[in-house]
Nanobody, 126 residues
Framework: VQLQASGGGLVQPGGSLRLACAAS????????VGWFRQAPGKERGFVAA????????FYSDSVKGRFTISRDSAKNTVYLEMNSLKPEDTAVYYC????????????????????WGQGTLVTVSS
């Protein structure tokens, strides 16, 4: 499967953006899809995940309550709705996927994901 991330851009603090991760190839319906981000000089970190089998969602503490991950099966796309953005949310955002279920305790581990998109830059600045 190939992943294409899009939707990044420049936004002011407090603003919103919606990222999209579109998949080509097999249907996303049973995949686990995650969003990770990497800020300059920092390691890539977990943001959110959607587990296709069951529809469970997971969030890092830093984005819980502000970001929402969702899936549109008809479009084979997973979205990351980001609200109340802060300067510390500035990073390159990557989507990733695995064709099988990832257990809860491993959902935030980038090593669990087999497929990666190219990344989209989000800059939060006034």
């Amino acid at each position: 499967v190939q992943l294409q991330a899009s939707g990044g851009g420049l936004v002011q603090p407090g603003g919103s953006l919606r990222l999209a991760c579109a998949a080509s190839g097999p249907t996303f319906s049973t995949y686990t899809v995650g969003w990770f981000r990497q800020a300059p000089g920092k390691e890539r970190g977990f943001v959110a995940a959607f587990r296709g089998s069951g529809g469970n969602t997971f969030y890092s503490d830093s984005v819980k309550g502000r970001f929402t991950i969702s899936r549109d099966s008809a479009k084979n796309t997973v979205y990351l709705e980001m609200n109340s953005l802060k300067p510390e949310d500035t990073a390159v955002y990557y989507c990733a996927a695995k064709s099988r279920r990832i257990i809860n305790s491993a959902i935030a581990m980038s090593s669990q994901y087999d497929y990666w998109g190219q990344g989209t830059l989000v800059t939060v600045s006034s």
